[in-house]
Every structure is written in structure tokens, then in C-alpha cells.
């Protein structure tokens, strides 16, 4: 589950760069372009999937099928918004040591 998670937030940043970028703020902007107005509680995963998904149709973007970055979206919420019912125990037997 942790590199699920990892990956998407891997994905997700790169998203934000690349949304950072095509605005074109000046580069002492963009810190508060990441961390204030692309920031999750402010412009969750989707929503930033779904301004993409418009640049891209608005513009000369490569053509990338909607219907898999929704896919993405709804499996990474199925892992961001899943109960935590499942818990892991790590022994540690210390006289391997």
C-alpha cells in the first residue's frame, strides 16, 4: 500500500509541475503556487487531473485518454479514502542480534 500511495505522489507532483509551468508565474511564485493554491485541501488530485485534462484539450498537448486518468483517480482513492481495518506487527527478536 505504501508504494501505491508513493507513486501517486509522485504522479501528483509531477502534475503540479507541469500545471505550475504552463501558468508561468515567475519563479519566486511558484512556492506559493505548490504549496498554497496547489496545496490538496485547496486543489485535490482530481481536480488538478481535471484542469489538466482542459489545458490539454485547449492547447496542442499530446493526447492522452481521459478514461485512464480517471482510472488513476479512482484507485488512488480507493487507497487515500479506504478504512485503516488492517494493521501490521513487527517482532523484532533481538537475540538474532
Given at each position: 500500500?505504501?508504494?501505491?500511495?508513493?507513486?501517486?505522489?509522485?504522479?501528483?507532483?509531477s502534475?503540479?509541475?507541469?500545471?505550475?509551468?504552463?501558468?508561468?508565474?515567475?519563479?519566486?511564485?511558484?512556492?506559493f503556487?505548490?504549496?498554497?493554491?496547489?496545496?490538496?485541501?485547496?486543489?485535490?488530485?482530481?481536480?488538478?487531473?481535471?484542469?489538466?485534462?482542459?489545458?490539454?484539450?485547449?492547447?496542442?498537448?499530446?493526447?492522452?485518454?481521459?478514461?485512464?486518468?480517471?482510472?488513476?483517480?479512482?484507485?488512488?482513492?480507493?487507497?487515500?479514502?479506504?478504512p485503516?481495518?488492517?494493521?501490521?506487527?513487527?517482532?523484532?527478536?533481538?537475540?538474532?542480534?
Open positions: 500500500m505504501v508504494y501505491v500511495i508513493s507513486v501517486f505522489n509522485s504522479l501528483e507532483d502534475l503540479t509541475r507541469i500545471l505550475i509551468e504552463e501558468i508561468g508565474a515567475p519563479e519566486e511564485k511558484e512556492p503556487l505548490r504549496n498554497i493554491l496547489f496545496n490538496n485541501a485547496i486543489l485535490p488530485f482530481g481536480a488538478k487531473v481535471k484542469l489538466f485534462l482542459h489545458l490539454r484539450a485547449t492547447t496542442n498537448w499530446p493526447k492522452i485518454d481521459a478514461a485512464k486518468l480517471h482510472r488513476l483517480i479512482h484507485i488512488r482513492n480507493q487507497f487515500a479514502h479506504s485503516r481495518s488492517h494493521h501490521a506487527t513487527v517482532r523484532i527478536d533481538r537475540r538474532k542480534q
